[in-house]
């Protein structure tokens, strides 16, 4: 077990200012009493988050700040979020737009994307926030799935994908935001749209349980998954935000993350608004420079992002924090990969403020494991369970590990945010209870003797690269439809900056020759097809790929091999 360097308990006001005493306390049924319900249980996520402030003091309190990497900036009050959201959920429904619906976003980070997801949610449909750096399979692969029936997106964006409408038959309308050109059949302008659509709209009630959004993610196998989430979520989205993200009203709020992926979702829109929170949006690349003016100008006192950015800003040295007045600041959190200590370390001597590790996933809705403002963190922990939720080690029998044992990190099921299904794949669904009485999350972990929890790694081949979670089938998916290409397989490569960068393994067809420029042109088709986030940096050549008799690519050979290891017992091999 690690040597734990402890960095002290602040004398904060936290929101959450004794973990033990709240774990002693905490019910969710108390949760529910600060949200708002309608008659017969019902609900609406979207009231909660905008609506219900409108009726507070907060109606003329900044919702929103708006800015671009081009200097554009605009703020929107919670009344002015109501007017518009309303707006957009009277415009789909005019077109036809009804609960249980899959509405699809294709959309760089405006203001159109996190209003029309509440509006979405508003009228009972299912919002679909894709990243806007898939490329035409990925949107594909998802538009397809969900059977979507509107997509929101821009002019740019829809000639990304061209071509793939003709593959989606439920697809019926797209909005195109900023579209000034001609519209072909089944297009429309957002903004034409929104312009006619009247003021008022009333939010629908909805059972707890009627899905919300769906998110898609990546297993080792197969194509990726659409976790279904409901309105219920509300319940452990509002509480996080107001235990670990520690949110106030006084403060300015930033998530890094894009709506695309979970983090943008809950913590970059529904869980700061729900606890009437001024959140930043930020739409343009990453820059040391355009961060810290970003949290200079704001003001921005909580913020929420991940290792691989606070990597770079590490990288790129003290003067650009230097540079900027950056006092503002005084709660900072991270998520999505292994929070290396020397980060915590360095934030402390330039932000005079540690760097808080929460952990969870797509899957689980909601932070899980957290350090809390007013805990000592364990430099390098995750932290300790939420209030609430139950998190153990497991063996693969279920039995719960002792302190100090590595083993399958899983959480009792019933926080009100857990999945609610894969979209019309109950078999995937229930991979993820297959030890009776557990979620099992794929990730291995120990727990110490206080209690705090350790990330150890997956326990599958799941990518981890900056942050972003990707499956290795969708890549040599595409890998192979590469006229060079006999066979790919995939791997997540150990990199000091991203966590995992893409190694991509390649036996070439006959009559095709290894070439620095053949591994270019690949890079670039899997840029193209499927993101431009998720590509093979490093691409070796080799005669031929490990597999199973069944013809199964052994990627745990292939990990080897990149490491220069033994490639352990090879009966199974073909
Ligand atoms: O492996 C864990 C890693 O990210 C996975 C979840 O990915 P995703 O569903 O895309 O959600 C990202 C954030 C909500 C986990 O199974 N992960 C997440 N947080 C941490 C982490 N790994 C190490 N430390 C963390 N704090």
């Known amino acids: 077990m690690q040597i734990s ?14 973990y033990e005493e709240a774990c002693r306390r905490f019910d969710w049924e108390d949760v529910c009493k600060e949200l708002t319900f309608f008659d017969n249980g019902q609900m609406n996520i979207a009231y909660n988050a905008i609506d219900r402030h409108c009726k507070t003091w907060r109606k003329d309190k900044t919702a929103l700040i708006w800015e671009d990497e081009d200097g554009h900036r605009k703020e929107f009050t919670f009344l002015e979020a109501r007017r518009i959201t309303d707006k957009i959920a009277n415009l789909l429904k005019g077109l036809g737009v009804q609960k249980g619906d899959r509405v699809f976003l294709y959309l760089p980070r405006l ?14 449909a299912i919002a679909g926030p894709l990243f806007s750096a898939f490329g035409p399979e990925g949107v594909r ?3 397809g799935d969900s059977e979507a029936k509107v997509l929101i997106t821009t002019p740019e964006l829809q000639k990304r994908v061209e071509g793939i409408c003709k593959d989606l038959p439920a697809l019926e309308q797209i909005l195109l935001v900023g579209g000034r050109g001609p519209l072909g059949p089944g297009e429309a302008s957002f903004e034409a749209e929104f312009e006619k659509a009247s003021e008022l709209f009333r939010a629908e009630p909805m059972d707890p349980e009627d899905p919300l959004y769906i998110l898609y993610t990546s297993g080792t196998t197969g194509r990726p998954k659409g976790v279904v989430h409901v309105h219920n979520d509300m319940i452990s989205y509002y509480i996080t935000s107001r235990f670990v993200l520690d949110l106030r009203d006084e403060d300015v709020y930033w998530c890094t993350a894009d709506p695309g992926w979970a983090t943008g979702t809950v913590y970059g829109l529904f869980g700061p608004w729900l606890n009437g ?9 990453f820059d040391p420079d355009q961060w810290h003016s970003l949290i200079e100008r704001n003001k921005v006192t909580v913020w929420y992002t991940a290792p691989t950015p606070l990597r770079l800003l590490m990288a790129a040295g003290e003067p650009y924090a230097g540079r900027y007045n950056l006092k503002s600041l005084r709660h900072i959190l991270s998520v999505g990969e292994p929070l290396n200590p020397e980060v915590i370390r360095w934030s402390m001597h330039v932000y005079g403020l540690p760097v808080h590790d929460t952990w969870w996933q797509t899957e689980t809705g909601s932070m899980m494991i957290a350090n809390y403002p007013a805990m000592p963190i364990k430099v390098g922990s995750m932290g300790k369970p939420f209030p609430g939720v139950a998190a153990a080690i497991i063996d693969i029998e279920g039995n719960e590990l002792p302190p100090g044992h590595t083993g399958f990190l899983a959480i009792k099921p019933g926080w009100p945010s857990m999945l609610r299904q894969i979209w019309r ?11 009776r009485g557990w979620y099992v999350t794929g990730d ?17 081949d799941v990518i981890n690269t900056s942050g972003h979670r990707v499956g290795p089938y969708e890549i040599e998916s595409v890998l192979v439809e590469h006229p060079a290409i006999a066979e790919a397989g995939v791997i997540g490569k150990p990199d000091p900056e991203r966590g995992q960068i893409i190694k991509a393994f390649i036996a070439l067809k006959n009559g095709f020759d290894p070439s620095e420029q053949l591994k270019e042109e690949i890079r670039r088709f899997v840029r193209e097809r499927l993101a431009t986030h998720a590509y093979p940096r490093e691409i070796e050549f080799r005669d031929s790929l490990p597999k199973t008799r069944s013809g199964k690519i052994i990627r745990r050979v292939l990990k080897a091999w990149d490491l220069g290891l033994p490639p352990g017992d090879l009966s199974v091999m073909e």
């Open 5 to 18: 360097e402890v960095i002290g308990k602040k004398a904060l006001q936290a929101n959450l200012a004794d």
């Open 111 to 124: 203001p159109e994307l996190y209003f029309s997801v509440i509006a979405a949610a508003k009228l009972g």
């Open 141 to 143: 692969d998802r538009l």
């Open 277 to 285: 929170a001024t959140q930043v949006a930020y739409e343009g690349r």
């Open 425 to 435: 794949d109950p078999a995937r669904y229930r991979e993820y209870f297959r030890v």
């Open 444 to 460: 291995t972990a120990y727990v110490d003797n206080d209690g705090y929890y350790w990330f150890v790694g997956r326990a599958d």
